[in-house]
């Protein structure tokens, strides 16, 4: 019984540093950072720009994480940002079924991808919901890699994609009491 009791002195220090922090009445303030800079407003353009050359696996590499360098969706190719979005034939299942419901051209290559999202033009919503489309999609398949490897858990595809889409369609109801005409758009856009 007195081993329950007992405190680790992880546990220990925990506790002394939650009794250093003082609770005030303000209100809990967001903070994005990326690339070291702090924001207060969450930009599409930002994450584009910082992820446009990044190599996920070489990242997680350069950590010292010992991750395998075969793809966990498809097990057939080694991994690399290209292979991940979208030429592994899982991921490019997940972005043909989610891509072509946002109005944009889909790709199964990460360039023409990126240059097809670059050159969007038309009315507002026809450019922003590729863009939130694609940020979807990345993170959906980046989080299902997440859940084969630290969880050994496996969702097939097309669950992947309703749930992307589920997502996209909660967000477009979330806009519609700021931006009723934005959010009517999207759906017209999302539904045709």
């Known amino acids: 019984m007195s081993s329950l009791l007992e405190r680790s002195e992880k546990q220990v220090q925990i506790q002394v540093f939650l009794s250093t922090i003082t609770l005030t009445e303000a209100e809990d303030q967001y903070m994005w950072e990326m690339n070291g800079l702090k924001s207060t407003t969450f930009s599409t353009g930002a994450v584009y720009k910082a992820i446009k050359h990044h190599n996920p696996l070489n990242h997680l590499l350069s950590w010292g994480l010992n991750t395998p360098s075969t793809c966990l969706l498809c097990n057939s190719s080694d991994e690399s940002r290209n292979h991940l979005f979208f030429e592994c034939v899982y991921s490019s299942q997940v972005w043909h079924n989610i891509g ?93």
């Open 100 to 192: 072509n419901r946002s109005g944009l051209t889909i790709s199964s290559s990460w360039d023409q991808t990126l240059t097809a999202l670059h050159h969007l033009s038309g009315p507002r919503h026809a450019k922003l919901l590729p863009l939130f489309t694609w940020q979807s999609t990345i993170y959906y398949i980046w989080s299902e890699q997440n859940a084969r490897l630290h969880r050994n858990t496996y969702r097939p595809p097309d669950s992947i994609s309703n749930s992307i889409g589920s997502y996209i369609k909660s967000k477009i109801v979330e806009i519609r009491t700021s931006s009723p005409r934005l959010s009517s758009s999207f759906f017209q856009l999302w539904h045709r």
